[in-house]
């Protein structure tokens, strides 16, 4: 199964601030990478999808990019409802992984 | 609305059975991959199953294959996930989740990233 290692696993960041969340594949994986945000108790949420692709109706001020093995996703100001856990997803490949999340702290 | 509504989760004791239903409503079921997720308690997520539209293709984990089987009913709009000798360390919130596509003749085809997803369901395997 490809593996997908994000970093950090946690940060803490002020509204306003740029924040960059980075996967990385254990191999190649073509752009077929998602992010999804999580919040505390509730349903992960699709936020990009192939790599850069915005989900309709996500702000623009998030963004993704990358292909191959390594990805990020960057949220150009924090805002405060952006507080959560994010995970990227790989769908190269049977068996779908996600990375193990990043979780977006406030400080 | 796009809905998706988990139910049949529950306390359950080791090597026992559970089937979860997920209900679907505001898409055309028929034409769109779905899969399973699951979360064990303050963990991350874990890809657990899928299905495509027809029910001709199916896809595991490893660490359920043999154990767990996805089926779907068309008809009734619904998605199922059966368990089977459950272990502890399949409790978990577990979430069914629908893959964007698009048909095109007598065809669909699917993405394998997951827009829409239920609330989910609680599955405790426990003595």
């Known amino acids: 199964a490809i593996r997908l290692t994000q970093s950090p696993s946690s940060l803490s960041a002020s509204v306003g601030d740029r924040v960059t969340i980075t996967c990385r594949a254990s191999q190649g994986i073509s752009s077929a990478l998602a992010w999804y945000q999580q919040k505390s108790g509730k349903a992960p949420k699709l936020l990009m999808h192939d790599a850069s692709g915005l989900q309709s109706g996500v702000p623009s001020r998030f963004s993704g990019s990358g292909s191959g093995t390594d990805f990020t996703l960057t949220i150009s100001s924090l805002q405060p409802e952006d507080f959560a856990t994010y995970y990227c997803?790989?769908?190269?490949?049977?068996?779908?992984?996600f990375g193990g999340g990043t979780k977006v702290e406030i400080k | 609305e796009v809905q998706l509504v988990e139910s049949g989760g529950g306390l359950v004791q080791p090597g026992r059975s559970l089937r979860l239903s997920c209900a679907a409503s505001g898409f055309i079921f028929g034409d769109h991959a779905m899969h399973w997720v699951r979360q064990p308690p303050g963990k991350g997520l874990e890809w657990v199953s899928g299905?495509?539209?027809?029910?001709?293709?199916?896809g595991y984990a490893d660490s359920v294959r043999g154990r767990f089987t996805i089926s779907r009913d068309n008809a009734k709009k619904s998605l199922y996930l059966q368990m089977d000798s459950l272990r502890p360390e399949d409790t978990a919130f577990y979430y069914c989740a629908k893959a964007p596509g698009y048909c095109s003749g007598a065809s669909c085809y699917s993405y394998y990233y997951l827009d829409v997803w239920g609330k989910g369901t609680t599955v405790t395997v426990s003595s």
């Open positions: 299905i495509s539209w027809n029910s001709g293709s199916t």
């Open positions: 997803q790989q769908f190269n490949t049977y068996p779908l992984t």
